[in-house]
C-alpha cells in the first residue's frame, strides 16, 4: 500500500519562505518521478514542479519560476518544495503525487498514480 505524506504548510506574511516536505512509503521512492500541485478554492489542480529520479530533470510553472526550487533525497525517501518570496496568490493547498518508476517529468497531473492529502498554504498580505 502505497502512502504519500506532505508537511510543512503554514501561514506566512507576503515575502515570506516555507519549506514543504514529501515523504512516501511502499515503493522504491529513488526510481519515482515526483511532483507537486496545488489548487486554490474553485480553481483547478495545477503541476507547481516536478523532477525525476535522479534530479537531472526539474520543471516549474511559470508562475514560480525563480522563487520555487524542488529537491529531493532518495536517501531518507524525502521530496521538498522551497518556496521564497512568497505571494497571496500562493495560496492553496499544496499536494505532493508520485508518478511512476524511470518517467520523464510532467506538469500534467495525469501523469501521477499516488497522491497525499495536501497541507494548506497561506500567504498573508
Known amino acids: 500500500q502505497v502512502q504519500v505524506v506532505e508537511s510543512g504548510g503554514g501561514l506566512v506574511q507576503a515575502g515570506g519562505s516555507l519549506r514543504l516536505s514529501c515523504t512516501t512509503s511502499g515503493l522504491t521512492f529513488g526510481e519515482y518521478t515526483m511532483g507537486w500541485f496545488r489548487q486554490a478554492p474553485g480553481k483547478e489542480r495545477e503541476g507547481v514542479s516536478c523532477?525525476?529520479?535522479?534530479?537531472?530533470?526539474?520543471y516549474y510553472a511559470d508562475s514560480v519560476k525563480g522563487r520555487f526550487t524542488i529537491s529531493r533525497r532518495n536517501s531518507n525517501n524525502t521530496l521538498y518544495l522551497q518556496m521564497n518570496s512568497l505571494k497571496p496568490e500562493d495560496t492553496a493547498m499544496y499536494y505532493c503525487a508520485a508518478s511512476g518508476r524511470w518517467l520523464t517529468p510532467t506538469l500534467s497531473a495525469s501523469g501521477y498514480n499516488y497522491w497525499g492529502q495536501g497541507t494548506q498554504v497561506t500567504v498573508s498580505s
Open positions: 523532477i525525476n529520479w535522479s534530479s537531472s530533470i526539474t
